[in-house]
């Protein structure tokens, strides 16, 4: 499978104003495919599934594949659960967490493991010991996460964890619609189908570059100011804010 090519980008964790993005759902998947190359993408909320399955249902007027998820948080760190159409209990263990996505024919992804500000209870058990994840019945690990805020915390998942026969990905981990694509998943031939497949197969990689420093800014001072109501469709005309 040496030869196989990568040739499919996804972005598969992003969030909208649903938890705690500053985009609305139709933000998101406006700005997607008017300025990023993507074969398919997730929309993964914390905990809640509703800005998903609106963007699931507005399948037709998009280019790319789009899959139902969330962000799941566990007792010990956050999964990414995609394929899902009915919400995963928080605050259950790791183990727990995947067998209720499994329950489901999910496919659950353990996010930004070695960022020490999101699980700093858990960064040093999966540091040491990355084998304990194969128990878990994990599906893939995420070592590029745009978004991860600690210096060389994702070379430090990549380095960790090149020795798990687990699939790597990457993922935006994005909070705005100019961050989508920050962080991607190449994975081998171009539908949601394939990508299924490439987890199956071991058959993906983990690409991307952090966000910029006027990325986290901007998140900061808007977070200041009053934020958009939680609302799945708002026009995206004024959606893409200017990054250097």
């Known amino acids: 499978m040496q030869n196989v090519k990568l040739n499919g980008r996804a972005d598969l964790h992003m969030h909208t104003t649903m938890s705690d993005g500053h985009g609305t759902a139709q933000q998101m998947l406006d700005y997607a495919a008017q300025y990023c190359d993507l074969d398919v993408i997730a929309i993964t909320d914390h905990d809640v599934l509703d800005a998903s399955l609106w963007a699931v249902s507005q399948q037709e007027r998009y280019p790319f594949a ?118 991607l998943t190449r994975f081998n031939g171009h539908t949601a189908a394939d990508l299924c497949y490439s987890f199956e197969m071991g058959l993906t990689a983990a690409e991307g570059n952090p966000w910029q420093i006027t990325t986290y800014l901007r998140l900061f001072t808007t977070s200041l100011l009053k934020k958009p109501s939680a609302s799945l469709g708002a026009s995206a005309r004024s959606a893409r804010p200017t990054l250097s």
Not at 104 to 124: C, K, N, S, Y
């Open 66 to 183: 789009i899959i139902p998820g969330m962000e799941v948080t566990s007792a010990e760190g956050h999964v990414v659960a995609l394929w899902v159409t009915e919400p995963i209990p928080t605050k259950l263990s790791l183990a727990e967490t995947v067998a209720a996505i499994h329950e489901q024919d999910g496919i659950a992804i353990l996010a930004h493991p070695l960022e020490p500000t999101v699980a700093p209870r858990t960064f040093w058990r999966y540091f040491r010991h990355p084998e304990v994840l194969i128990n878990t019945g994990i599906d893939a690990i995420e070592v590029m996460s745009a978004g991860s805020f600690t210096p060389g915390s994702n070379w430090l998942a990549r380095e960790v964890y090149r020795h798990i026969p687990l699939p790597m990905v990457g993922g935006s981990n994005a909070h705005m619609p100019a961050s989508i694509g920050s962080g």
